[in-house]
């Protein structure tokens, strides 16, 4: 048979299927603090329709102890939940929580329940590839890496790696305190904002093991910063790290050949002339289209946007928006672009704001909802129907 013959003889048969459309409903998992006041028991679930805005009222469905943090599983099949706790099964550690979900109903089933090898966990991701769950232990001031088995179960652990140290906050940095690990957008290495020693840790990732190395070239902020979450851009090349302490957002230069980051610039997150008494940063999120990035103030209440330079990733402010805000502790975009949902901690409630397709800003929908003690946002696609 001729080689052209041959090749199209292997060639997959032409078909009149078109692509499904991209989801537009989707589920809202919730992450939340339990005991004391704050009425909450777990896990909430609600619906998003991304064409109107709206949201449907909560739903507990899942019973866990304050899952601060939540990751979902690459796969949309699985969701892993920060036990952020003191002591798990008489051990001073938290845990860490798999759940597999219903694709259907989004009901959330109990897989396992493993120690976070730390106190107070307080982020969780995944890998790209679904293979291992990062865990960062804030009051142990340590990481743990976890393989995620087939059946999303959480399984052997592959790394740990504890900081040691302090900076110049006596009462907040008196110690290390990871609050967050992320893997850069190729899965080479792995970085953890520690807000207690005011520096990044750096480590290779091993992707195929999951083992962690340190790589010798953490990245050291502004002393008594108090580095807390940082997000990747999507070109690869910059990151963006939010700054608790000093209430700052810093653009980073980003090699992901060796993980070394560079400051391009650092500016204040609160408005012009902001009362900073009792304020502090908490979240950053860059949108898909990489034009914006997000962070929230704390105290000052207010969500600030920022527009990004395509050429060197410096930040120019686009405004602040606090309608309906109270204490923005984590935020999430929804996966068509469109809107913007914020968790509020003390208002026991998401409120949702819609993105300016022209400048980011963010507009008032007056759609909320009400769920206790809110920490984490993600979503979900619902079947289509």
Same mark, same amino acid.
């Given at each position: 048979?001729?080689?052209?013959?041959?090749?199209?003889?292997?060639?997959?048969?032409?078909?009149?299927?078109?692509?499904?459309?991209?989801?537009?409903?989707?589920?809202?998992?919730?992450?939340?603090?339990?005991?004391?006041?704050?009425?909450?028991?777990?896990?909430?679930?609600?619906?998003?329709?991304?064409?109107?805005?709206?949201?449907?009222?909560?739903?507990?469905?899942?019973?866990?102890?304050?899952?601060?943090?939540?990751?979902?599983?690459?796969?949309?099949?699985?969701?892993?939940?920060?036990?952020?706790?003191?002591?798990?099964?008489?051990?001073?550690?938290?845990?860490?929580?798999?759940?597999?979900?219903?694709?259907?109903?989004?009901?959330?089933?109990?897989? *396992?329940?493993? &120690?976070?090898?730390?106190?107070?966990?307080?982020? =969780? +991701? #995944?890998?790209? /590839? %679904?293979?291992?769950?990062?865990?960062?232990?804030?009051?142990?001031?340590?990481?743990?890496?976890?393989?995620?088995?087939?059946?999303?179960?959480?399984?052997?652990?592959?790394?740990?790696?504890?900081?040691?140290?302090?900076?110049?906050?006596?009462?907040?940095?008196?110690?290390?305190?990871?609050?967050?690990?992320?893997?850069?957008?190729?899965?080479?290495?792995?970085?953890?904002?520690?807000?207690?020693?005011?520096?990044?840790?750096?480590?290779?990732?091993?992707?195929?093991?999951?083992?962690?190395?340190?790589?010798?070239?953490?990245?050291?902020?502004?002393?008594?910063?108090?580095?807390?979450?940082?997000?990747?851009?999507?070109?690869?090349?910059?990151?963006?790290?939010?700054?608790?302490?000093?209430?700052?957002?810093?653009?980073?230069?980003? *090699?992901?050949? &060796?993980?070394?980051?560079?400051?391009?610039?650092? =500016? +204040? #997150?609160?408005? /012009? %002339?902001?009362?900073?008494?009792?304020?502090?940063?908490?979240?950053?999120?860059?949108?898909?289209?990489?034009?914006?990035?997000?962070?929230?103030?704390?105290?000052?209440?207010?969500?600030?946007?920022?527009?990004?330079?395509?050429?060197?990733?410096?930040?120019?402010?686009?405004?602040?928006?606090?309608?309906?805000?109270?204490?923005?502790?984590?935020?999430?975009?929804?996966?068509?672009?469109?809107?913007?949902?914020?968790?509020?901690?003390?208002?026991?409630?998401?409120?949702?704001?819609?993105?300016?397709?022209?400048?980011?800003?963010?507009?008032?929908?007056?759609?909320?909802?009400?769920?206790?003690?809110?920490?984490?946002?993600?979503?979900?696609?619902?079947?289509?129907?």
């Amino acid at each position: 048979m001729p080689l052209l013959l041959s090749l199209l003889a292997l060639a997959p048969l032409p078909t009149d299927d078109k692509p499904e459309p991209a989801a537009s409903k989707f589920f809202v998992y919730v992450g939340t603090y339990t005991g004391g006041t704050t009425g909450s028991q777990g896990i909430y679930r609600l619906e998003f329709d991304a064409t109107t805005g709206k949201l449907s009222p909560a739903t507990l469905i899942a019973v866990t102890d304050s899952p601060s943090f939540l990751a979902v599983h690459p796969s949309k099949k699985f969701l892993y939940a920060a036990n952020e706790v003191g002591e798990f099964e008489g051990k001073k550690t938290g845990a860490v929580s798999a759940f597999s979900i219903d694709p259907m109903t989004g009901k959330l089933t109990l897989l *396992n329940q493993v &120690s976070s090898g730390g106190p107070g966990p307080c982020h =969780v +991701s #995944t890998d790209k /590839a %679904g293979r291992f769950c990062l865990v960062a232990n804030y009051a142990g001031g340590s990481a743990q890496v976890m393989k995620i088995l087939q059946d999303g179960r959480l399984g052997a652990v592959t790394a740990v790696v504890k900081h040691l140290g302090n900076s110049v906050n006596k009462e907040r940095q008196e110690a290390p305190h990871a609050h967050s690990i992320n893997l850069d957008n190729s899965d080479g290495f792995a970085v953890i904002a520690d807000l207690g020693l005011d520096f990044v840790k750096i480590y290779h990732f091993d992707k195929e093991t999951g083992v962690l190395t340190w790589a010798k070239t953490d990245y050291g902020t502004a002393r008594g910063a108090g580095p807390r979450h940082l997000a990747f851009h999507p070109n690869g090349k910059w990151a963006y790290v939010i700054n608790e302490l000093s209430i700052t957002l810093s653009a980073l230069d980003y *090699n992901p050949a &060796s993980g070394i980051l560079k400051t391009i610039q650092t =500016v +204040s #997150t609160l408005p /012009a %002339g902001g009362d900073r008494k009792g304020a502090s940063t908490a979240e950053v999120v860059i949108h898909p289209n990489g034009k914006w990035v997000y962070g929230s103030n704390r105290g000052n209440n207010t969500i600030a946007c920022f527009g990004i330079d395509p050429n060197s990733g410096r930040l120019t402010l686009v405004g602040h928006q606090g309608d309906g805000i109270k204490t923005p502790r984590n935020f999430a975009i929804d996966p068509t672009g469109k809107y913007l949902i914020v968790a509020n901690q003390d208002g026991a409630s998401l409120v949702v704001f819609r993105i300016d397709e022209k400048t980011g800003a963010l507009k008032p929908t007056g759609v909320t909802a009400a769920v206790p003690s809110p920490v984490c946002v993600r979503f979900v696609p619902m079947p289509p129907g």
